[in-house]
């Protein structure tokens, strides 16, 4: 999914008139989403460059990495 396809990078300025009329509360959920959705969109990448890393890591640990890596992945809204 590209990111930059969203409203919020193409028409800038709508989203500015919006924001005044938001409920404070609302806005700083929706931030909140927003930086986490970057977070995992950065992390996502990495995980996959550390793969090679986990060879050396027990069956159990590489179950949860994967799983670590997988939640990164929807997070990030690569799914």
Not at 35 to 57: D, M, R, T, V
Request: charged content about 25%; proline content about 6%; aromatic content about 18%.
């Amino acid at each position: 999914m590209n990111n930059f396809n969203f409203p919020t990078f193409k028409q800038p300025g709508k989203v500015r008139k919006i924001i005044p009329q938001i409920p404070r509360e609302n806005l700083l959920d929706w931030m909140r989403h927003y930086f986490n959705l970057g977070i995992y969109s950065l992390l996502y990448p990495i995980g996959g460059i550390i793969e090679n890393l986990i060879a050396k890591i027990s069956e159990k640990q590489r179950y949860y990495y994967h799983r670590w890596i997988e939640e990164w992945k929807y997070g990030s809204g690569g799914d």
